[in-house]
């Protein structure tokens, strides 16, 4: 029986070769890489062009980058625009694969699906609330003033678009294709991308005592994800779950000492690992409400 995920993974046997997913891998992580150095050499060579010298424009960009501030957030999200080329060149020169069949068959974002995603998010986040309010009580207020969060809102949520669209070409667009080719099973196609994409969080909060907690989170958020693209055949709604998560919690509450500066309210960082088992839970219930016939998320029909 043919499925939505057959009709979006068909493009990925253009040009056969499982080397061909190791090497790609490789290409476009050095491809990000380049690009965060790249951006990184112009802030140094930024204040080079001021009063600084070698040495303290260098001083300059690590306390900038530590920062907890909108300006340092929105630049660090933007070292992950460099994916998008990459993989279209990745694609381009190792798959002859056009960069369009990684959003859907037809070669296009389905933004309708990307809607309802940023929608899934919203309940998402209305759970979580509801969870962290209960178990750990009310979120401070930051010093963040009100005009400066509105006027960092739009750039934010560009480059959170970015950021979290970037990962998904990665781990459910690139890795979840060329595997899906070549395996039915989930296990391999699923599982493998979210256990992958987990893993590449380890660091992120491990000084809270919370890393295995986060690499948990986020590869249930990574089946979830795949579970998407399963019903939908593209990568559209996964991309709009993903960018409205992001978005919500580095725009509205966070945790202190995980990724702030952008937040009006933030949670005390005692309570980071009930928060994080809260976000579990609900991202459970996201895969749950994907896999059941109560989903709004429907295959689009192919002749």
């Given amino acids: 029986m ?3 995920l057959d009709f979006y993974a068909a493009p990925g046997s253009a040009r056969r070769g499982f080397w061909r997913l190791f090497v790609g891998i490789f290409l476009i992580v050095a491809g990000w890489l380049i690009w965060t150095v790249a951006l990184f050499i112009a802030f140094v060579l930024y204040q080079l062009s001021g009063d600084l ?3 303290e424009s260098l001083a300059a960009m690590s306390a900038f980058v530590e920062t907890a501030s909108p300006v340092s957030i929105i630049f660090q999200l933007a070292t ?7 993989t279209w060149l ?8 056009p960069f369009g069949t990684l959003f859907s068959p037809e070669g296009r974002m389905r933004w309708g699906d990307f809607s309802r995603g940023l929608l899934l998010a919203a309940g998402f986040w209305l759970i979580t609330m509801f969870i962290g309010l209960a178990m750990v009580g009310t979120p401070e207020r930051t010093d963040l003033p009100m005009h400066v969060w509105a006027m960092a809102l739009a750039p934010l949520a560009l480059m959170v678009f970015f950021q979290a669209s970037a990962e998904e070409l990665i781990f459910r667009g690139y890795i979840l294709q060329q595997l899906a080719v070549r395996w039915r099973s989930p296990l391999v196609w699923g599982f493998l991308p979210a256990f992958l994409f987990g893993l590449a969080h380890y660091s992120s909060g491990s000084e809270l005592g919370i890393g295995w907690h986060y690499v948990g989170v986020t590869l249930m958020f990574g089946l979830a994800a795949a579970a998407l693209v399963w019903r939908t055949g593209s990568l559209a709604a996964a991309m709009g ?3 409205g998560m992001n978005l919500f919690s580095l725009s ?14 933030l949670y005390d ?3 980071a690992k009930i928060l994080f088992l809260a976000d579990g839970a609900a991202t459970l219930m996201i895969l749950l409400f994907v896999l059941s016939p109560l989903c709004p998320f429907r295959a689009r029909a192919f002749a």
């Fill in 2 to 4: 043919t499925t939505p």
């Fill in 53 to 55: 010298g070698v040495n």
């Fill in 80 to 86: 992950f625009i460099g994916i998008w080329p990459t």
């Fill in 90 to 97: 990745t694609l381009k020169l190792l798959h002859r694969q």
């Fill in 241 to 243: 779950l993903h960018t």
């Fill in 252 to 265: 509205g509450v966070g945790v202190k000492g995980i990724v702030e500066g952008t937040q009006l309210y």
């Fill in 269 to 271: 960082a005692s309570g």
